[in-house]
């Protein structure tokens, strides 16, 4: 066999030259990438945990009781417009009577409710 290329030519792989200028390296790269390497199935997520089912339950009952506080907060924000817009009708900054306070606040558009709880029963009997 007459050699034509000198056999550290870097553009020769395995006896064959290169027309495209690709150094061997850089060939073998392209070969794999065209004939297509095979897929390997990737591992489970090292962040995902096995089932703790008292922790699921906890989480279930945090949601819960979550959702129930939200939806008091928008009930919360309802009754305070209804207050707010109540104050404005009877022209009161200011409502006192029977352990009952409520202020309107100016500059905020906001209101205070201040409720003494009455005193016990048994307390009013003696």
Do not use: W
């Amino acid at each position: 066999m007459i050699q034509i290329f000198e056999p550290d030519d870097p553009l020769v792989v395995n006896g064959t030259y290169d027309i495209y200028g690709y150094t061997p390296s850089e060939r073998r790269a392209r070969e794999r990438r065209q004939k297509g390497s095979p897929t390997v199935p990737r591992q489970q997520s090292l962040t995902d945990d096995l089932e703790i089912k008292d922790l699921e339950k906890v989480a279930a009952a945090y949601a819960e009781l979550r959702d129930q506080r939200m939806a008091l907060n928008q009930d919360e924000a309802r009754l305070k417009q209804q207050a707010m817009a109540l104050m404005k009708k009877h022209k009161k900054k200011r409502y006192v009577r029977d352990g009952i306070e409520i202020t309107l606040e100016s500059g905020e558009e906001t209101i205070k409710v201040k409720v003494k709880k009455a005193k016990d029963d048994e307390e009013e009997e003696d």
